[in-house]
């Protein structure tokens, strides 16, 4: 597909468990980003990827946060031991040169339910 | 500190009248602005956007106006048509990759 690819679409997992979050960028996109929206708030940034390494990770809230990205294509968004204020959308951009003149092209999101 | 606001939750207009949704920022070293769509279930999807150097940038419908002494931006929708029903979001950027986005307006508009 020529878009942003998020999977999976719906997860629900039990508090203190992981849980991995996958995004696969537009071809040729070399920014990658991690937003979220926890429910009635805006757009939380996460982190960015400029190719494989991510020059800022100030977003991430706690240590429990890990992402990575390989090939400059597919990263995962890693949460361990899971607590219920992780309970969100997340949402994964990219973005053709991550200038910050390039518009973010947005996945469908993977909606977190942590119970 | 919310760098980028959005002050009105929600917004009704009617079929075929204007829709102008607004947002104010606190930075000004932001030099590049974008208005997101976002319909339920989907990632927001981008509009149009405009640089510091502008004042105003159109698009179809769709009109961005930049107000930088106020640090006011705003999103001009005209006709409004019901499918224009949606959240928008605003979202700023500083010489760079990061982009601080608003809590959203969503918009509603009736036929």
């Known amino acids: 597909g020529a878009g942003v690819s998020q999977s999976p679409s719906n997860k629900v997992t039990e508090k203190g468990k992981d849980v991995e979050l996958r995004c696969d960028p537009i071809s040729g996109h070399t920014a990658l980003y991690w937003y979220r929206q926890s429910l009635g708030q805006g757009l939380e940034f996460l982190i960015y990827?400029?190719?494989?390494?991510?020059?800022?990770k100030s977003g991430l809230p706690s240590d429990r946060f890990s992402a990575e990205r390989t090939g400059g294509s597919v990263s995962t968004l890693t949460i361990q031991r899971t607590q219920q204020e992780d309970s969100a959308v997340y949402l994964c951009?990219?973005?053709?040169?991550?200038?910050?003149?390039?518009?973010?092209?947005f996945g469908n999101g993977t909606r977190l339910t942590v119970t | 500190d919310q760098q980028v606001k959005q002050n009105s939750p929600s917004l009704s207009v009617q079929e075929g009248r204007i829709s102008i949704l607004n947002c104010d920022y606190t930075n000004s070293m932001f030099d590049y602005f974008l208005w997101y769509k976002k319909y339920p279930a989907e990632g927001p999807t981008f509009l149009i956007s405009?640089?510091?150097?502008?004042d105003k940038n159109e698009d179809g419908r769709f009109t961005v106006f930049l107000n930088k002494s106020a640090k006011h931006l705003s999103l001009h929708i005209v006709p409004s048509q019901p499918g224009d029903s949606a959240v928008y979001f605003c979202?700023?950027?500083?010489?760079?990759?990061?982009?601080?986005f608003g809590t959203g307006t969503r918009l509603k508009v009736l036929a």
């Open positions: 990827f400029q190719g494989n390494s991510a020059p800022d």
């Open positions: 405009i640089s510091s150097i502008k």
């Open positions: 979202a700023a950027s500083e010489k760079g990759y990061k982009y601080i």
């Open positions: 951009a990219s973005s053709l040169s991550g200038t910050g003149r390039s518009p973010l092209h």
